[in-house]
């Protein structure tokens, strides 16, 4: 607890210093946005770990079985104990939220932890290290700085456990890395999350609700919606209603304040690259919010115009006429690029989703119950928000976590708690000696014994 609250002390001091190497580190980001993202929701977890950590770590009684066990005195439990040290390598997208919410559950479990953040984002890789260096020994957390060969060799430590988030092709290297000294791997990953909008949603609300996730850090971001699936009638309709929500919220979006930029020129060239791509192969590019500010509906653009944006900023797109030769949907986007899938059928959407690898996260929007129950039973995707996006990664007590290609294993309040640490098990003999009649020399006790097992 004393370790938990060190590290909700270190966020809450230095806010400003965490916005500010953010911003730096991308060219431009939203402070209230890095606020939000970066320094409150890494706050939460590690509340939340406090307030239950006593009651997550008490001793967990089991049955005794056969039950006649316990009358003789017999009992199980389980304790939890702490691995030891756990590593944990962070990406650049939010650098202090995917460290230290983390930690919420390796220092709530009774770990120390290694720190490898991501070399993309080097001012806000070195503020974490001084920080941490601030208020924790080297032997309670140490942070690890240096570009992908030290990435490379932090991974084939022989950690009690190591958690990674980022790509998809770089966690085959972890995994392959880690096997060498057999360290346990939860990874959390990425995919292409897709939005369902059904039949009777309210195409206004869901525009607003799915722009957000989009433009949040400007789509860079494991849970933003990739794609949308809408019916084949209400494609136009649904492009206005997110080209209204897009112009609400950044009227002016090459000079915004609260729209972020891509984090470097790389990722900037990548998807002006899918945008050229999907131009190439037939599909429409529109923007959805006009420089002409007075337009009332989304334009055609070309991607040309966009290019050379101050500050690596993209507007918020969508992709019409989109199929799966295209690199945009191919590729986890990871910007605020939206390709939208007309479908006919909720059952033809379901399809599509199963056709391809399991997303990190799925978004449906609609009221229909048993639409909305469709959906879930017939689908398989690491996390569910149902009428808006990404708020079940804000939820402290639901465990966060992939399936598949999308990732293995989770994390989040109990959850995290429970994967960070050992689940020993115990079982304490009766006093009377119960296991006599399993010892050598075997007789006719065991045999009546066995026929009684032996049955269905």
């Not at 791509?277 to 429409?284: E, P, S």
């Not at 390709?339 to 009221?367: C, K, M, Q, T, W």
């Not at 402290?396 to 429970?418: E, N, Q, R, V």
Request: one cysteine or more.
């Amino acid at each position: 607890m004393d370790r938990l609250d060190r590290a909700i002390g270190l966020l809450v001091d230095h806010a400003d210093a965490i916005t500010q190497a953010l911003s730096e580190d991308f060219g431009h980001r939203s402070v209230d946005a890095s606020l939000f993202t970066d320094v409150a929701a890494s706050i939460e977890p590690l509340k939340h770990a406090k307030r239950h950590v006593r009651a997550w770590m008490r001793r967990e009684r089991r049955a005794v079985s056969p039950a006649p066990l316990a009358l003789l005195g017999a009992r199980a439990w389980v304790d939890y104990l702490p691995k030891g040290t756990v590593g944990v390598i962070s990406p650049w997208n939010f650098p202090f939220n995917l460290t230290f919410a983390p930690l919420a559950g390796v220092l709530a479990a009774g770990n120390r932890a290694m720190l490898k953040p991501s070399e993309l984002t080097p001012r806000c890789s070195a503020l974490m290290q001084q920080m941490i260096g601030t208020a924790f020994a080297d032997t309670e957390i140490a942070v690890v700085t240096g570009g992908p060969d030290v990435g490379e060799a932090f991974s084939r430590l022989p950690f009690d456990h190591l958690l990674f988030t980022g790509a998809t092709s770089v966690a085959k290297h972890i995994v392959r890395a880690a096997a060498e000294h057999l360290v346990p791997v939860t990874l959390e990953l990425g995919g292409k999350s897709p939005a369902i909008v059904g039949r009777d949603a309210d195409l206004d609300l869901a525009a607003r609700r799915l722009m957000f996730g989009k433009t949040l850090n400007a789509g860079q971001m494991c849970v933003a919606p990739d794609y949308a699936l809408v019916q084949r009638d209400r494609v136009e309709a649904f492009v206005a209603a997110l080209s209204r929500a897009a112009g609400v919220m950044f009227p002016r979006w090459w000079d915004s304040p609260d729209y972020t930029s891509i984090v470097n020129d790389r990722h900037h060239a990548r998807l002006m690259g899918y945008l050229d791509n999907a131009r190439a192969g037939g599909a429409t590019v529109r923007m959805l919010v006009p420089t002409d500010t007075e337009l009332a509906v989304p334009v055609d653009v070309d991607v040309s115009a966009v290019a050379a944006s101050a500050d690596r900023r993209i507007p918020p797109m969508v992709v019409l006429n989109a199929n799966d030769t295209m690199d945009v949907m191919r590729d986890e986007i990871f910007g605020p690029i939206l390709p939208i899938l007309p479908y006919d059928g909720i059952d033809d959407a379901i399809a599509y989703v199963n056709r391809h690898e399991r997303p990190l996260s799925l978004y449906y929007f609609g009221n229909d119950v048993a639409e909305q129950e469709r959906v879930l039973s017939r689908t398989v995707v690491g996390g569910v928000t149902i009428n808006d996006t990404v708020m079940h990664l804000a939820m402290d007590d639901l465990p966060f976590g992939g399936i598949g290609a999308s990732g293995s294993g989770a994390y989040h309040g109990k959850t995290g708690f429970l994967t960070f640490s050992h689940a020993r098990p115990v079982y304490s003999q009766a006093r009377f000696d119960v296991t006599a009649m399993l010892r050598p020399p075997y007789g006719s006790t065991i045999k009546r014994l066995m026929r009684l097992k032996l049955r269905r």
